[in-house]
């Protein structure tokens, strides 16, 4: 199982950003695909998760209504759309994954991509 995070970037407050997770080595219907992310000096972080099957979606409080979560299982991707973007969202996002799971806590995920630095700054 692998993951690759990209589209990271620097954007200025209230632009928008596209996140993208690639996988191999697995099948994306039976994986659950979260979105986690660390500030410096912070814990990482919850931000969304998509589930299998029919994709249910979580969302940290902090980033609903502005962030949404989508998935290809063809194409074994799924992305992170992030709009109205602040600077406390500036952090290195990861995307992880775990089959069948069904919470959107970094300890249930196993399979780790490595991150991509999102800068929000005027």
């Known amino acids: 199982v692998q993951l690759q995070a990209s589209g990271g970037g620097l954007v200025q407050p209230g632009g928008s950003l596209r996140l993208s997770c690639a996988g191999s080595?697995?099948?994306?219907?039976?994986?659950?695909i979260g979105w986690f992310r660390q500030a410096p000096g912070k814990e990482r972080e919850a931000v969304s998760c998509?589930?299998?099957?029919?994709?249910?979606?979580y969302y940290a409080d902090s980033v609903k209504g502005r962030f949404t979560i989508s998935k290809d299982n063809a194409k074994k991707m799924v992305y992170l759309q992030m709009n109205s973007l602040k600077p406390e969202d500036t952090a290195v996002y990861y995307c992880a994954t775990e089959p069948w799971g069904s919470a959107c806590q970094e300890g249930e995920y196993v399979y780790w991509g490595q991150g991509t630095q999102v800068t929000v700054s005027s």
């Open positions: 080595g697995f099948t994306l219907d039976y994986y659950a």
């Open positions: 998509i589930f299998g099957g029919d994709g249910p979606t």
